[in-house]
Every structure is written in structure tokens, then in C-alpha cells.
């Protein structure tokens, strides 16, 4: 499983011309589900995530998380960060989770950020969006469950 973490002032998801979700400052996180993944990897995932200390204090140093400053998720599925470009100029996405059990792993991620009391909006599994989003330094950090738990 990938998270691509940015820290943002505000960010939005549309899909079909429709904002289906929106946040102000928080997270945009773009998701990655492999065919290895499972429910463990994702609450380990989730848990490191909205522990990361990325907001800056009153001496600009990043310290604060997102339960510090009342952040906002918005969460985006994204089977493109398992692209695999070694061969060729065209990416095989072989590495990425199947549709069924990929976008079951998505909406467990979204419940359990719910269930965790933070304000969460995020984009439509498998659907054309659109993202718009102020990024906040930039500030972006890159969670990968193979180079931490496996």
C-alpha cells in the first residue's frame, strides 16, 4: 500500500464537472493498493499517517499533526503509484490491486478515518477526477507499507 501525503491549505476532487469533495487545511492523500494488501497493513498505514507531526508551531518547526491543527482528509484513490516502468514506454499497472478487493481496501480507509473523528471527503473509486489543491510548503511525504512492515 502507498500513501502520497500532501500537506495543503485546501483541495478539492471533481468528478463529471461535480465537486464531490472537498477539505481545508490538511491532507490530500492519493492511495495505492497492491494484491498483497489487507485490512492490517491498512490501520498500520492509517494509524502512521495521521500520527506524522508535519505542521509547523509557533517556531516554524514541523510538530503539530493533524489532530493539532483540526485538519481535514480528503482521500483519492489512485492505482497509478503502482505503475511499473521498467520496461518499454508504456507503465504496466500489473502491480496494482484488482478493482473488487482494491476498492474495498479504499472505503475501509475512508470508514476508518470516519470512525478516527477527523473531517474526511474524498474522490469516487475508478472515476475520471479531477484535483485541485493549494499545497501547503510543499510538503509531501510518501508512506510505503513494502519499506516499513513487510
Avoid at 492505482?79 to 478487493?101: E, H, Q, V, W
Amino acid at each position: 500500500m502507498k500513501f502520497v501525503i500532501q500537506r495543503v491549505r485546501t483541495a478539492s476532487v471533481t468528478v463529471q464537472n461535480e465537486i464531490v469533495g472537498n477539505i481545508g487545511k490538511g491532507f490530500l492523500v492519493f492511495i495505492g493498493i497492491s494484491n498483497s494488501d489487507t485490512a492490517d497493513i491498512a490501520d498500520k498505514m492509517i494509524k502512521k499517517m495521521l500520527g506524522l507531526r508535519i505542521f509547523e508551531d509557533e517556531q516554524e518547526r514541523t510538530n503539530l499533526s493533524l489532530t493539532d491543527v483540526q485538519g481535514e482528509l480528503l482521500l483519492v484513490s489512485q492505482f497509478t503509484l503502482y505503475a511499473d516502468c521498467k520496461k518499454g514506454n508504456r507503465p504496466s499497472f500489473i502491480n496494482a490491486g484488482a478493482p473488487d478487493m482494491a476498492e474495498e481496501l479504499y472505503e475501509y480507509i475512508i470508514q476508518k478515518c470516519k470512525d478516527a473523528n477527523f473531517p474526511v471527503a474524498a474522490g469516487i473509486f475508478g472515476a475520471d477526477m479531477k484535483i485541485q489543491l493549494e499545497n501547503d510548503g510543499p510538503f509531501t511525504i510518501i508512506l510505503d507499507s513494502d519499506e516499513m512492515w513487510k
